[in-house]
């Protein structure tokens, strides 16, 4: 639920969920060096840096790495300074489904990160599942929901194709006679590494910009297909 203050500011929640070691604090980490760096090293063949981190990335981690709780950034428009993006992370492993379910609590954005290594399919389907039953209903309708097909990198994936006929089979595809088709998840193949990052800022600035459209165009939900209004241009590949 986007929250407005009494300074007028007003806070948009972002949150990266999916299955431990997936790569969301990778992602994340990324983002924040990313919008980080001063305008003149972004060079011009990567998409316009629209916002700016306020303050360090806190990050509750094990010894390992994994999260414990969370990680938690926060992001100001550069064009509307009172537009604040409050963007966490879940903790995938297993055993911590209720934090998970905690920080879901007054999200207005979901990006899914996708491990998508062969091996951990599996772990994938069942963090989907879980987002599924946390969101009760709420997904893509009210919350709008991005993917990371993360680590492309890497050998031994999973198609892009396998990764759908699963977001079908969750019902997150809609067929285009369904009104919400407009708003299906966008699967973006990405590669959280900050070196080799691959639609990283893409897919934050995608799902910022449904959060925007949903508050303002659709009072809280997907706007219907007649309501929309013209949209700012898609950014480039990064
Ligand atoms: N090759 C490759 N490795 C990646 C990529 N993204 C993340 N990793 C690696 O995957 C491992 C796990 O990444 P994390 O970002 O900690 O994963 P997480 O989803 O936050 O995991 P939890 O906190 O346990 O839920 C790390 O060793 C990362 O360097 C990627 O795109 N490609
Ligand atoms: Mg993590």
């Not at 629209?50 to 100001?76: N, W």
């Not at 963090?127 to 209903?137: D, M, P, Y």
């Not at 708003?183 to 193949?189: A, D, G, S, T």
């Not at 990283?200 to 929309?228: H, L, M, Q």
């Amino acid at each position: 639920m986007v929250r407005y203050t009494e300074d007028k500011k007003i806070f948009i929640k972002i949150l990266y969920w999916g299955c431990a070691a997936g790569g969301k604090t990778t992602a994340v980490d990324t983002l924040y060096q990313l919008c980080s760096e001063p305008p003149k090293e972004q060079s011009t063949d990567k998409p316009q840096i629209e916002v700016i981190p306020t303050g360090t990335l806190k990050k509750i981690a094990m010894a390992s790495g994994s999260t414990l709780y969370f990680d938690r950034g926060i992001f100001q428009s550069k064009k509307e300074k009172s537009l604040y993006y409050h963007v966490f992370t879940v903790a995938g492993q297993q055993r911590f489904g209720n934090t998970r379910k905690i920080l879901f609590e007054d999200t207005d954005g979901v990006i899914f990160v996708v491990d998508s290594q062969k091996s951990r399919l599996q772990d994938n389907i069942d963090s989907l599942k879980e987002l599924k039953r946390v969101a009760n209903g709420k997904l893509i309708s009210v919350i709008p929901l991005l993917v990371m097909l993360n680590k492309r990198d890497l050998d031994d994936v999973i198609t892009l194709e396998e990764w759908e006929d699963v977001m079908k089979e969750a019902g997150l595809l809609h067929e285009p006679s369904n009104p919400l088709s407009e708003w299906n998840p966008i699967i973006y193949q990405t590669v959280a590494l900050y070196n080799n990052a691959q639609n990283v800022y893409r897919i934050f600035s995608e799902c910022a910009r449904r959060c925007v459209v949903y508050t303002v165009w659709g009072d809280g939900k997907a706007p219907e297909r007649e309501n929309k209004v013209k949209l700012p241009p898609d950014v480039p590949d990064l």
